[in-house]
């Protein structure tokens, strides 16, 4: 995979310091697609390109958006912080010409998480979190969680961010709900047969 050339791209759009996320976030991808049998290759893809338009104002979201045909539902219109991921999905359809429906969620729903995430959203998702880059506070407890379970990881980092949206009193996506009762509800059962 040629991932210069979209890094090239991407540089372009964006300040060095979420260009270094970007390429932190696309190594963290690799290395846990290879921990966790996930395909290397869509793995640094994904993680390069997801914060693509993170910095790309609104209206050029909102026109990306409508050219990729996505149609937004009120809360998504009323939560700018999610538009980056979907607008990138339809960036990497629309002016890049990528159609692997895989890398495409993976970018769609890397902020939010969904039900039945694949395991490539879930590289994407975890990594976000654990990539060099980050230093919040909690990220050492989801880094020593991602090396022994992915799923454990996205669901920590599912509750970290709903926690955090839950304190702040803002609203969250019904996606990053149907994501997260999923994966409780998964460890759930595996804890019960592990009795
Ligand atoms: O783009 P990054 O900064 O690398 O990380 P990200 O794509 O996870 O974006 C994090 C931001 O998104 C953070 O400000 C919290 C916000 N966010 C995550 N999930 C939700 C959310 N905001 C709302 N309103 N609802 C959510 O469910
Ligand atoms: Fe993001
Ligand atoms: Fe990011």
Same mark, same amino acid.
């Given at each position: @995979?040629?991932?210069?050339?979209?890094?090239?791209?991407?540089?372009?759009?964006?300040?060095?310091?979420?260009?270094?996320?970007?390429?932190?976030?696309?190594?963290?991808?690799?290395? /846990?697609?290879?921990?966790?049998?996930?395909?290397?290759?869509?793995?640094? %893809?994904?993680? #390069?390109?997801?914060?693509?338009? =993170?910095?790309?104002?609104?209206?050029?979201?909102?026109? /990306?958006?409508? *050219?990729?045909? #996505?149609?937004?539902?009120? @809360?998504?219109?009323?939560?700018?912080?999610?538009?980056?991921?979907?607008?990138?999905?339809?960036?990497?359809?629309?002016? !890049?010409?990528? +159609?692997?429906?895989?890398?495409?969620?993976?970018?769609?729903?890397?902020?939010?998480?969904?039900?039945?995430?694949?395991? !490539?959203?879930?590289?994407?998702?975890?990594?976000?979190?654990?990539?060099?880059?980050?230093?919040?506070?909690?990220?050492?407890?989801?880094? *020593?969680?991602?090396? =022994?379970? /992915?799923?454990?990881?996205? %669901?920590?980092? @599912?509750?970290?961010?709903?926690?955090?949206?839950? /304190?702040?009193?803002?609203? #969250?996506?019904?996606? +990053?709900?149907?994501?997260?009762?999923?994966?409780?509800?998964?460890?759930?059962?595996?804890? =019960?047969?592990?009795?």
């Amino acid at each position: @995979m040629n991932c210069k050339y979209y890094e090239d791209i991407i540089s372009q759009r964006m300040k060095a310091v979420r260009f270094k996320h970007s390429k932190n976030v696309a190594k963290e991808a690799v290395r /846990l697609a290879k921990k966790y049998g996930a395909d290397v290759e869509k793995a640094e %893809l994904a993680g #390069i390109l997801h914060d693509a338009t =993170k910095e790309t104002d609104g209206p050029e979201q909102m026109s /990306l958006i409508r *050219r990729a045909g #996505i149609e937004l539902t009120d @809360m998504e219109k009323d939560s700018p912080k999610l538009w980056h991921a979907i607008s990138g999905s339809a960036y990497i359809q629309v002016e !890049l010409g990528i +159609t692997d429906k895989e890398v495409i969620d993976a970018i769609r729903y890397h902020t939010t998480g969904r039900a039945g995430m694949t395991l !490539l959203d879930k590289v994407i998702f975890v990594a976000d979190f654990t990539s060099a880059d980050r230093d919040f506070e909690g990220v050492d407890r989801i880094r *020593r969680i991602a090396d =022994k379970s /992915l799923d454990e990881a996205v %669901l920590e980092g @599912m509750s970290f961010t709903m926690s955090d949206l839950a /304190l702040r009193k803002l609203t #969250i996506a019904p996606d +990053t709900f149907a994501g997260y009762n999923e994966m409780a509800a998964l460890r759930a059962r595996s804890k =019960k047969e592990a009795k």
